[in-house]
């Protein structure tokens, strides 16, 4: 059993839980095509990236409150309806750190990266999972 002293202590990193399956779309991905992705990868988020550049990220949240909350066309493109910027943790620091970042940033889902490349990403959930072990 995992207590908060082992939670709050560095030893597990975020690239220890983090999950390593990422999905990235360009600006242009309409919200349809999207929201086929995160029901086929059974995932709650995709990473947009303009050539080599992650301008932000769609979550299943930003689909309810901006999609189905204002009634947009589901040809509407990711660029209107994404998180930017990207917000990102190294994979290297301890998870009390993603806690953190996400507490303050008021955030469930962070992008892992290690040397500016993105690594995977890490929730809440994850989070929750560990200190539940």
């Given at each position: 059993?995992?207590?908060?002293?082992?939670?709050?202590?560095?030893?597990?990193?975020?690239?220890?839980?983090?999950?390593?399956?990422?999905?990235?779309?360009?600006?242009?991905?309409?919200?349809?095509?999207?929201?086929?992705?995160?029901?086929?990868?059974?995932?709650?988020?995709?990473?947009?990236?303009?050539?080599?550049?992650?301008?932000?990220?769609v979550?299943?949240?930003?689909?309810?409150?901006?999609?189905a909350?204002?009634?947009?066309?589901?040809?509407?493109?990711?660029?209107?309806?994404?998180?930017?910027?990207?917000?990102?943790?190294?994979?290297?620091?301890?998870?009390?750190?993603?806690?953190?970042?996400?507490?303050?940033?008021?955030?469930?889902?962070?992008?892992?990266?290690?040397?500016?490349?993105?690594?995977?990403?890490?929730?809440?959930?994850?989070?929750?999972?560990?200190?539940?072990?």
């Open positions: 059993m995992v207590s908060r002293e082992d939670f709050n202590s560095s030893s597990i990193k975020v690239q220890d839980i983090m999950t390593r399956a990422l999905i990235t779309v360009n600006p242009n991905t309409t919200a349809l095509q999207v929201a086929k992705m995160m029901e086929q990868g059974g995932i709650g988020a995709v990473i947009v990236k303009d050539g080599d550049d992650l301008v932000g990220i979550t299943d949240r930003d689909y309810a409150t901006k999609i909350a204002n009634n947009l066309p589901f040809d509407t493109t990711v660029e209107k309806i994404m998180s930017s910027p990207l917000i990102t943790i190294n994979q290297g620091e301890p998870i009390s750190a993603a806690a953190e970042t996400m507490a303050s940033k008021k955030i469930r889902k962070l992008a892992v990266s290690d040397n500016g490349n993105i690594t995977g990403i890490i929730t809440s959930t994850d989070l929750v999972n560990q200190l539940a072990k």
